[in-house]
């Protein structure tokens, strides 16, 4: 079994900046990537952004220049450094990890932690 912890959501203002972070436990033979999504009420979970085991990133269009994803191999974990915050980013984040468990490879995700972003 693999758990996926979430931490550092918060309130925020309008171009402030929150960083948040993710930490795999359990029994696994590797993490292949771990990525972040949102997802606001009313609206479906969004990809925001990824990174795989070699270091690619990908990025939601609506947050390119304004987030930055780091995935630590050697700690399994994952943050997202969220600046120039919008209301707009304004949701419930996840913390998604694409495991490879030895028999099963498969998603896993977090709880979720809430960022509101607001004067």
């Known amino acids: 079994q693999v758990h996926l912890v979430e931490s550092g959501g918060g309130l925020a203002l309008p171009g402030g900046s929150l960083t948040l972070s993710c930490a795999a436990s359990g029994t696994f033979n590797s993490i292949r990537d771990m990525a972040w999504y949102r997802q606001a009420p009313g609206k479906q979970r969004e990809e925001v952004a990824c990174?795989?085991?070699?270091?690619?990133?990908t990025y939601d269009d609506s947050v390119k220049g304004r987030f930055t994803i780091y995935m630590d191999n050697a700690k399994n974990t994952v943050s997202l450094q969220m600046d120039n915050l919008k209301p707009d980013d304004t949701a419930v984040y996840y913390c998604k990890a694409y495991v490879d468990a030895g028999l099963v490879i498969t998603n896993y995700w977090g709880q979720g932690t809430q960022v509101t972003v607001s004067p």
């Open positions: 990174m795989t085991r070699d270091g690619s990133r």
